[in-house]
């Protein structure tokens, strides 16, 4: 029986919104929230989101989450 398992798709996505939140929350606690700030996070947490929203959808469709959503 083969073991089920996600695209490489999907792990690319996660590991970039890991490291893209960790450098946020690095950066974030050394800087102050100023212009800059205010122009780019909103895009950063959409595409953060965006890859998250990707992950969900596969694991979703190939049936690694149908014991907690009870499908």
């Known amino acids: 029986?083969?073991?089920?398992?996600?695209?490489?798709?999907s792990y690319h996505k996660l590991n970039r919104?890991?490291?893209?939140l960790n450098f946020l929350r690095l950066d974030l606690i050394h800087q102050e929230i100023n212009?800059?700030?205010?122009?780019?996070?909103?895009h950063l947490f959409t595409y953060i989101a965006d890859d998250i929203c990707f992950v969900l959808n596969e694991l979703q469709n190939n049936g690694f989450c149908d014991d907690c959503l009870k499908k």
């Open 17 to 20: 919104s890991r490291s893209l």
């Open 35 to 42: 212009g800059i700030y205010q122009l780019y996070l909103p």
């Open 1 to 9: 029986m083969k073991k089920a398992q996600m695209s490489i798709e």
